[in-house]
Nanobody, 121 residues
Framework: QVQLVQSGGGLVQPGGSLTLSCVAS????????MGWYRQAPGMQRELVAT???????DYGDAAWGRFAVSRDNVRNTVNLQMNSLKPMDTAVYYC???????????????WGQGTQVTVSS
């Protein structure tokens, strides 16, 4: 069973930076993509950033120009560097891995435990 273990997060002032990390219990090269989602109180979970096994990245609207996702296939890690943080970025952040499980392309989502990020003065 694959596990994703997150680290990082916490309290930061507006304009500050944080880095989130996610370590997988197996080689991340087997995942179609990995990334980060977030969920604020009373809101639906939304895309923050993803990166495919080939290194292609995609970002949610709120992350463009401020966040950067990266992966380290040797350490089986995906990171999210967050800069110029705003109070609206306050949420629980979840690491995600997408695994294609059959030839029809069915995808299974694997989630980390979640990490609170609070942006406040």
């Amino acid at each position: 069973q694959v596990q994703l273990v997150q680290s990082g997060g916490g309290l930061v002032q507006p304009g500050g930076s944080l880095t989130l990390s996610c370590v997988a219990s197996r080689s991340i090269s087997s995942f179609d993509s990995m990334g980060w989602y977030r969920q604020a109180p009373g809101m639906q979970r939304e895309l923050v950033a993803t990166i495919t096994s080939g290194g292609r990245t995609d970002y949610g609207d709120a992350a463009w120009g401020r966040f950067a996702v990266s992966r380290d296939n040797v350490r089986n890690t995906v990171n999210l560097q967050m800069n110029s943080l705003k109070p609206m970025d306050t949420a629980v952040y979840y690491c995600n891995a997408k695994l294609v499980v059959n030839v029809e392309g069915a995808v299974v989502d694997i989630w980390g435990q979640g990490t609170q990020v609070t942006v406040s003065s």
